[in-house]
């Protein structure tokens, strides 16, 4: 199974399809945010997300939105916060913040924000 650093040092993809979003590593997420929508809820409600974490991916399904591909551009990033599963949560350096881009067939790069970047709380 890859880490988060295996598939930035990769520069491996993630998926997409309708609202669901794969990630080919384990992760705690702790935030998401796309356009001005902050999401901190992954409960099983009917808005926010909701978060499952396999054995080799974990899955996010975007209850907001019914298809991403059409509801975002690609000049539209998703921001994620993360910890590695099996890292401790609590401690920030093991924070990590993505941004996923909607890519063409599925695809969905995976880039880390710089420390040079404007991000969001």
Do not use: W
């Not at 993630?14 to 990630?23: H, K, P, Q």
């Not at 974490?53 to 916060?81: A, G, P, Q, R, S």
């Amino acid at each position: 199974m890859k880490t988060v650093n295996d598939v930035l040092n990769d520069n491996s993809s993630g998926l997409y399809y309708g609202n669901r979003i794969l990630l080919p590593f384990q992760a705690e997420i702790l935030k998401i945010v796309i356009d001005s929508q902050i999401i901190t809820d992954f409960s099983k409600q009917p808005h926010g997300a909701s978060v499952r974490v396999t054995d080799d991916y974990t899955e996010i399904y975007l209850c907001d939105y019914k298809d991403l591909e059409e509801e975002l551009t690609k000049y539209d990033l998703i921001k994620i916060v993360l910890v590695q599963q099996g890292k401790d949560i609590f401690n920030f350096e093991n924070h990590i913040p993505l941004e996923l881009s909607i890519e063409s067939n599925h695809k969905l790069s995976i880039k880390k924000i710089g420390t040079d970047e404007i991000f969001f709380e």
